[in-house]
């Protein structure tokens, strides 16, 4: 993966470091506060720069390990890196963040399922923004040529609303649906788009780690369940409403830790930026009816068990917060297989080898806690994998 993204950095690397430090900062400012703003400046020669040069080689990564992630629980994105010739809509395109993140996931995911290269890719990107589109063209050719893939690319200068994705493989989509969901109107609008690509292929919607974007993302997901036609691949272990929609402080986001490139880490230190992990949240999907959740339990891993369908072991959790340290303790939110939101802890002195992924495990991982206790306290006996 590391070496289609620095290929891309390279073939991008036009613009000093103190000016893109300058972009960089102007543009993440305005990601977390001036979003109306993002819209407008959308086609700055210093904000395609920034995302060019900058922004692309954190998001890539944001790609692949999302598929990794689906390829490891659906069959329907583990095909994916095993037919030779993948099909891909790439709505939103932009600078071609997305596509690259794609590419680089694929030669990594071949080899290490032992399938030989060469492979096609046909990607079909849909992109408003022409000065975006021509720089999608050279990043993915960049990443193609690393990662020895042939790709054939179709870029179309339209309204992905007015896009119906036909005859494609998967449908991908990052970091542009946020800007469409601005008010009641626009997300039902929105929800109706969606489960339209959700319904016609496996689908990925990476949406930014802020709250009211990814509670956005989230209220979008139980629509989409409720609506019918595909199911949640990840980053849920169940098909039941999200319950970390009940307290508004909550908001359900990835925190994953990649390694920068030496471009990315020479503008952080321009301009101090520390936090070298990865804030996404992303949505998951494939048409179709997908395995059935387990229903509500009192807690007891044996009653979940009992209920479960084959294949979905119900001591799995998703870590869905940081850890919230307090005196003595270690506690975490965790979203379980039975789609119950539980605050487990951990006692400082009952930390062993076998649970000690409960405090260093990164935001967004999935554990096995055998056995699962039924008053959410991991022991020195509790294993957690
Ligand atoms: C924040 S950028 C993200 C680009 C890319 N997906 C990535 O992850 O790097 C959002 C992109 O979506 C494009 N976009 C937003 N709304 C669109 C629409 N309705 N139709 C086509 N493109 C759109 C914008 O022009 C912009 O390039």
Known sequence: MRECILAVETAHAATPDRELARAVERLSDL???????????QAEASHLAAKREYFL?????????????????????????????????????????TSVGFIAWLAEARAARGIALPMRVELHAVELGEPAAHAYEASVKAAAGAAGVQVAIRIEARDFRRVAPAGTDLILCQTAI???????????????????????????????????????????????????????????????????????GDWCHEARRIEPTPRVA?????????????????????PGQGPASAPAS???????AAELPAGVPSNLVRLVTDTLGSRGKTERLVCRADGELHLMRLLDREVRD????????????????????????????????
């Open 178 to 248: 946020n800007e469409l969901l601005t008010g009641p109107e626009h997300e039902r609008e929105t929800a109706q788009l969606v489960h339209t690509w959700a319904r016609s292929a496996p689908m990925v919607v990476i949406e930014p780690a802020l709250k009211t974007t990814t509670r956005a993302l989230m209220a979008l997901r139980d629509t989409l369940l409720a609506l019918g036609g595909a199911h949640v691949v990840a980053p849920c272990l169940h098909q039941r409403a999200c319950p970390m929609r009940a307290r508004e």
């Open 354 to 385: 076998g649970n000690r992924a409960f405090l260093d495990d990164e935001r967004g991982s999935v554990r096995a806690i055998e056995p699962m206790p039924a008053n959410d306290r991991i022991t020195p006996d509790t294993s957690v994998r």
């Open 298 to 304: 009192p807690g007891h891993a044996a009653d979940i």
């Open 57 to 97: 080689a954190s998001d890539a990564p944001k790609v692949a390990l999302v598929l990794e992630e689906c390829a490891a629980r659906s069959g329907a994105f583990a095909r994916l890196a095993e037919s030779d010739t993948v099909r891909v809509t790439d709505l939103g395109a932009g600078v071609g963040a």
């Open 266 to 286: 020479a503008i952080d230190r321009i301009v101090g930026r520390r936090d070298e992990r990865a804030l996404y949240a992303f949505l998951a999907t494939a």
């Open 31 to 41: 990601y977390t506060t001036g979003r109306g703003a993002l819209v407008r400046e």
